[in-house]
């Protein structure tokens, strides 16, 4: 008898762990969808002025015409920390998306992404009309994987394995 409730308590527990992972994958595409989307939209529409992408080595980002996300992709640690995942700051000079200059992430940087969740693969097209594509995932030992023939992401453990693939386009205003 005690070992079924002790059963029935671990799958319990593993079955709330994996919800709070969906919840905070989905809470998370949502904010950054939304955050990005509207610094994106009020940017001002400057065709002189785009937005700009940087993915050189580990300094990977987007540089709007006010904010900064600097992130990491699932096994690289850099430039971020380990501990971090996706940050927004200030940078209206757009210094972080220069790789010719050394650049720290500010302390004041705000994170956006929650502990169980990272970034599988982020790609932005930033012109007047962006067109942002991301994929979240769980982190860890339960990060999926891409299979490279069929170019399609894929959990291969048999612990607990989420990832949700983002979409958007967003239309930068003239004027704010």
């Known amino acids: ?57 580990d300094r990977k980002g987007l540089c709007t015409s006010s904010y900064t996300y ?6 690289n640690t850099t430039p971020l ?27 004041s940087a705000v994170e956006i992404l929650g502990p169980q969740v990272s970034i599988a693969s982020f790609d932005i097209d930033a012109q007047l009309v962006s067109d942002i594509e991301f994929v979240l995932s769980t982190n860890g030992n339960n990060s999926p994987t891409k299979d490279g023939a069929s170019d399609e992401w894929t959990c291969l453990t048999n612990e607990f394995c989420s990832f949700v693939e983002f979409h958007t386009a967003v239309y930068a205003r003239k004027g704010m």
């Open 70 to 75: 600097a992130w990491n992709v699932i096994d």
């Open 81 to 107: 920390g380990p501990s971090r995942n996706m940050v927004r700051f200030p940078d209206a000079a757009k210094a972080y998306c220069d790789p010719s200059q050394s650049f720290a992430i500010p302390n």
């Open 1 to 57: 008898m005690m070992l079924l409730i002790v059963t029935s308590i671990v799958h319990m527990t593993r079955i709330y762990s994996k919800g709070l992972a969906i919840k905070q994958i989905n809470q998370a595409g949502r904010q950054i969808t939304e955050t990005i989307g509207a610094d994106l939209r009020y940017s001002g529409g400057d065709p002189n002025n785009l937005p700009q992408v940087v993915d050189v080595n």
